[in-house]
């Protein structure tokens, strides 16, 4: 998977004992070491193993379910003004959201005055979602004029990082929850759940694309680990792991488009 690849980009720049990853869990970050071998993407003789079309396990969505702050990896308070079309909800700020109205129902937010209080959360198995407080339950976000979380973790954490080894750390970590989100949506889009149920012939579509992506992004991660990987400095290796990250992040995010009535 993706963050076995971008392992192997800095396993040459481990300082001995030197805690260079950065584990985010419920409740704040984890510094972890990470293994001092792992396999280059590109060194002849790895091979890519793809199980099926999944690159990690997917997680089935949960929605409607109270759920504590301790759940989740990222949390928002944001403030709710009004619905916008049949989708799609304001918040204050100028923001748009568009829902599931899974576990909060259409019926649920016509209710809601201006100035309710809500929260933006994320943790890997529900992805992005808009709870409600006051109830416990949450609704999938499907697209937002907001940064999408794992963006935002990842960013604030770079910006905390002691040194560039950390850094590029981070840049895996976050390659690993953007694994975790197309795989999430991959399998919403296979259960004939969201937005609709999709006809044999788009479904065939959506498998065979899936397919060639894998063999498009295993090239091009091969390719980063070659050229980065010849150049010296310990910025080419968070240059490498961003890189990486955007490949699959472009992809997560096409897919969440699907999902989009």
Known sequence: HLGGHLGGHLGGYRRQGAPIGIEWRAGGKVPVKMKPRCHRAGVRGDRVRIFGIFLLAGTALGVGVPAGANEWLYREEVSYVTRNGAVSIE??????????????????????????????????????????????????????????????????????????????????????LWDKELNRVYKLLLEDAWPRKFTRQEKDALISSQRKWIQFRDAQLAAIGLVYGKRNGTVQKINSAHRAMELTRSQALRLGSFLVP
């Open 91 to 176: 918040l204050k700020g100028g923001h748009e959201l568009q829902v599931s109205y899974a576990g909060i129902t259409w019926k649920d937010v016509s209710g809601w005055k201006a100035g309710r209080r809500l929260v933006m959360a994320y943790k890997p198995e529900t992805g992005s979602v808009l709870l409600d407080p006051a109830t416990g339950k949450h609704t999938s976000i499907l697209s937002s004029t907001k940064m999408h979380p794992i963006d935002t973790l990842w960013r604030k954490e770079a910006r905390e990082a002691p040194n560039m080894i950390a850094s590029a750390a981070i840049q895996v970590k976050a390659g690993g």
